[in-house]
């Protein structure tokens, strides 16, 4: 793995890509590297124009397959976008070869089923959106766990939906550097979970 201080970070983009998969991670990463500890965040797409998101947003890429640095973390965010993708060869083709040099392969929401097309979450224990974990089960050879926020298995980590990208990003932060520098980032971007809509009117 490369020093903390050149950590490479990659962040995989296509159509209908889900806005808040990668960018909760984003700024996770986004501001470890703000408070001086080094490293860059990629995003990657398999072509340079822009990326139309699943709401509407619209992301030029950093780089694309051919010409993306070597990671120490791969990042697949999920979206409705996953379903086209999974029978994209270019896009599998990419998240082997990325991910076959990483420190980490990660995934958010159904950015696993991109990871198990790949290879990476065959035979792990992982996780993804609640709404898709029967669908993720069925595809076999993977062991689906609905409920917790984000699963590690060796250097593969897969979060559930959406926000949970956020939790899983600062982990791993904690797990590159120490717990007190994922704190720091987590008290930087004001990340203060609360339980879910707790108001009565």
Partial sequence: MASPDALEVGIVLFPDVEELDFAGPYEVFGGLFHANHGGRVHLIAESPGPVHC???????????FEDAPAL??????????????????????FLKRAGANATWVTSVCTGTLLLHEAGFARGKRVTTHWAFVPTLRERGDVDVVDGPRFVRDGNLVTSAGVSAGIDMALWLVGQLYTPKVAREVQRYIQYEPAPPYSAEV
């Fill in 54 to 64: 699943a709401k509407g947003m619209r992301v030029l890429p950093d780089c694309g």
């Fill in 72 to 93: 120490d973390v791969l990042l697949v965010p999920g979206g409705q976008g996953t379903r086209q993708e999974v029978s994209n060869p270019a896009m599998i083709e």
